[in-house]
């Protein structure tokens, strides 16, 4: 048994794949098995495709250890590789993200491959959204889909939370849940941060974890902020980036507003859309009240209708109302 180290490299573009193969045939004409790399060859035709045996081994272990050394993070991040998992029969998947072209063709590749930050790839989920019908099916569908614009079609997740319970099981359900309002299930991120490590990795972790509160971990977003380009790219940058400190980026909020339609889909518009203006859009809290309970340590914004049903559960009238 032969135990090889290859390389599979694009005749019209020169984008290149690093795979192992285990074979009785050193010249046979097995080309890899990654997602890029089997999408690349239907698309090109395997003629325009030539293999080269990088390394020999007798054994699977040195293969291995050649791979993870050649195919390293550095490496999946490069925007002529067809890799996009680190090498070594770890089959990693770190930092990397399903994503589609303009055609609608679905890819995997790495979060800092240029295609994805330049926006020519785009998150393959863009423009959809899971709901559910009258009886409970769920469905992804566009955003623009008749059946979502006309509320036939609802948000899963509509009214619900993800909360979790005292042997920290997670589960969904419904807002008004008298177990989620008596305290007895708690929202799973409560208490917990998105962190960021030297080598840039992200992870959650409780408040009080000794690393966060040491200034080891800091937040993901410390020191950041989300602005857009004169594109309407949006993306997050240092605050200290001379870029925004001059006002060639914007902040991505700046000038808009979060509103609903009669629907009750939310969007976000320009404050001086005339949809806005004249009515047809409002704020996304009108005629809604601000109410609390102490006891819980919780607060909520609900429908006005409702407040006498969340009084009699122990909730208080806040002081705010919303007219927007």
């Known amino acids: 048994m032969e135990y090889v180290v290859y390389k599979v490299k694009n005749k019209l ?4 794949y690093i ?15 990654g997602t890029n790399i089997k999408s690349a060859i239907k698309e090109y035709g395997k003629e325009n ?10 054994n699977k272990e040195d293969m291995l250890l050649k791979e993870y050394e050649l195919v390293d993070k550095e490496f ?49 989920n863009t423009g959809m959204i899971v709901v559910k019908d009258k009886n409970k099916n769920n469905y992804q569908v566009s955003l623009t889909d008749p059946r979502y614009l006309s509320g ?28 989620y309002l008596s305290g007895e299930l708690t929202h799973i991120n409560i208490n917990k941060i998105a962190v960021i490590d030297k080598d840039l990795n992200t992870f959650q972790i409780d408040k009080t974890d000794p690393r966060y509160l ?15 380009d004169s594109k309407g790219n949006t993306f997050m940058t240092e605050i200290t980036d001379h870029r925004y400190l001059s006002g060639e980026l914007k902040h991505t909020a700046k000038g808009n507003i979060t509103v609903k ?17 004249s009515g047809e859009l409002t704020g996304p809290n009108k005629g809604k009240i601000f109410i609390y309970n102490s006891n819980l340590r919780k607060n909520k914004i609900i ?22």
């Not at 573009?13 to 290149?16: D, F, P, S």
Request: positive net charge.
């Open 13 to 16: 573009n020169n984008m290149i």
């Open 19 to 33: 795979g192992v193969h285990s074979t009785e045939n050193i010249n046979d004409s097995y080309m890899g098995s």
């Open 49 to 58: 495709f030539e293999k080269e045996i990088l390394y020999n081994f007798d």
């Open 76 to 124: 999946i991040k490069r925007k002529d590789t067809y890799n996009i998992i680190i090498g070594g029969g770890t089959f990693l998947v770190n930092d990397t993200l399903a994503v589609k072209d303009s055609n609608g063709y679905i890819y995997c590749v790495h979060k800092e491959d240029p295609r994805y930050l330049s926006k020519e790839l785009i998150p393959v």
């Open 152 to 179: 036939e079609l609802v948000p899963v997740r509509k009214n619900t939370v993800s909360v979790k319970d005292s042997n920290g099981i997670n589960l969904q359900v419904d807002c008004t849940d008298p177990r």
């Open 214 to 228: 040491s200034g080891e971990l800091s937040g993901i977003t410390k020191g950041k902020v989300s602005v857009k």
């Open 261 to 277: 339609d009669s629907n009750g889909i939310f969007h976000v518009v320009d404050k001086n859309d005339p949809r806005y203006l």
């Open 303 to 324: 429908k006005s209708n409702d407040l006498n049903h969340w009084i009699k559960l122990g909730w208080i009238k806040g002081r705010k109302t919303f007219k927007d």
